[in-house]
């Protein structure tokens, strides 16, 4: 039961450009999504998130959009940088009293110089 | 740095052996969460304790895994009589106040790989 899906295994850009990650998700209980970065061999660091009650967050080159009718997120980075290359995964909370994430398969962004 | 500290970064066990893994959270959190990710796949949750009290243990598998955060100490992944399966980058996690707005901080991960 995959509550959090991210159906694009991958994505390649020129740097430059916009990268737009996609992420959806079937519990409506969830309130509150993020995104994290992940290097090979690393943890994964937090990016961006969003509460449920927003429909747009902003920081710097990062921005997450939650259309919740949809069930749907995305994560627009722009201008996207050779050193944006990453695994990004797509997290969200909210269906138990916990801060428990629940996380999508992760895609993997790939920006050409 | 007070960054969440996992060892060790790599382990190697046979079939049959056990394994322990550790993890020591940031300085002034008291929430743990443990993540497994399978190779090709996403993270998946395993368990989340408070200091001495395991609230949440939905994702463990029913046998052979288990998990405690002592009141002094870190927080122990615990794994017996491991199987190639169990082979997977084990991540563990850590937040203030385990509240469901909060973001987690992760370790650099253990990487287990059982022969």
């Known amino acids: 039961d995959q509550q959090v899906k991210q159906n694009s295994p991958s994505l390649s850009v020129q740097e430059g450009r916009i990268s737009i990650l996609n992420c959806d998700y079937t519990?409506?209980?969830?309130?509150?999504f993020l995104w994290y970065k992940k290097y090979p061999a690393e943890g994964p660091t937090f990016l961006i998130s969003?509460?449920?009650?927003?429909d747009k967050n902003e920081d710097g080159r990062f921005t997450v959009f939650l259309n919740k009718s949809a069930k749907h997120l995305s994560l627009h980075i722009v201008p996207s940088q050779p050193g944006d290359s990453a695994v990004y995964f797509c997290?969200?909370?909210?269906?138990?009293?916990?801060?428990?994430?629940?996380f999508g398969q992760g895609t993997t962004l790939q920006v050409k110089p | 740095n007070a960054g969440v500290m996992q060892n060790p970064r790599h382990l190697v066990r046979r079939r049959g052996q056990e394994a322990r893994l550790r993890c020591s959270p940031m300085?002034?959190?008291?929430?743990v969460y443990w993540y497994r990710q399978l190779p090709e796949e996403g993270l998946k949750f395993m368990v989340y304790?408070?200091?001495?009290?395991?609230?949440?243990e939905s994702g463990m598998p029913k046998e052979r895994f288990s998990a405690e955060f002592p009141k002094e100490g870190p927080s122990i992944l615990r794994i017996q009589q491991v199987v190639r399966g169990d082979s997977a980058a084990y991540f563990c996690?850590?937040?203030?106040?385990?509240?469901?707005?909060?973001?987690?901080?992760f370790g650099s991960g253990t990487q287990l790989s059982v022969l």
């Open positions: 300085k002034g959190h008291s929430h």
């Open positions: 996690a850590s937040s203030p106040q385990g509240a469901t707005n909060e973001k987690l901080f």
């Open positions: 519990n409506s209980m969830f309130d509150y």
């Open positions: 969003i509460s449920s009650i927003k």
């Open positions: 304790l408070q200091k001495e009290n395991i609230i949440d």
């Open positions: 997290a969200a909370s909210g269906s138990s009293n916990t801060g428990k994430l629940i």
